[in-house]
C-alpha cells in the first residue's frame, strides 16, 4: 500500500464530516451507512480493535471536557474520576453541562 493509493482512493470515495471537521455516517450511492472515505458500516462493520480505539479516543475527549470543567479533575479519586468520565461519555457535554447544580457542588 502507498501514498498515491490512499490518496486516490480518499478522493474518490470522499467522506461527510460535521461542522466541527469530524468524519460522521452517511448513506453512500448503493444506500448503505458509510463512515470515513467508504466504510461500509452496514456490511462490514468494525473490528474489535477498532471500536477499542473509538471508545478509547472517546474516554480520552470525556477526560479533556471535563479537566475544563473541573481544573482540579487529576486529584479526584479514581472513583470520582470514573463516575464522571461515565456520566461524561454516556451524556455527552451538551447534556452534561445540563447538570449545573452538581458542578457546583463538585466544584
Known amino acids: 500500500m502507498n501514498d498515491k493509493l490512499i490518496e486516490m482512493i480518499k478522493r474518490h470515495e470522499g467522506s461527510k464530516k460535521n461542522k466541527n471537521g469530524r468524519h460522521i455516517l452517511y448513506k453512500c450511492p448503493a444506500d448503505k451507512w458509510t463512515c470515513g472515505y467508504g466504510r461500509n458500516a452496514e456490511d462490514v462493520g468494525f473490528s ?60
Open 48 to 107: 474489535e480493535d477498532e471500536v477499542e480505539l473509538m471508545l478509547q479516543n472517546d474516554i480520552n475527549y470525556a477526560i479533556e471536557i471535563l479537566k475544563k470543567i473541573f481544573h482540579n479533575f487529576d486529584d479526584f479519586s479514581d472513583n470520582r474520576q470514573n463516575a464522571l468520565i461515565d456520566m461524561m461519555f454516556n451524556l455527552g457535554a451538551s447534556r452534561f453541562l445540563l447538570f449545573r447544580k452538581m458542578i457546583v457542588a463538585i466544584k
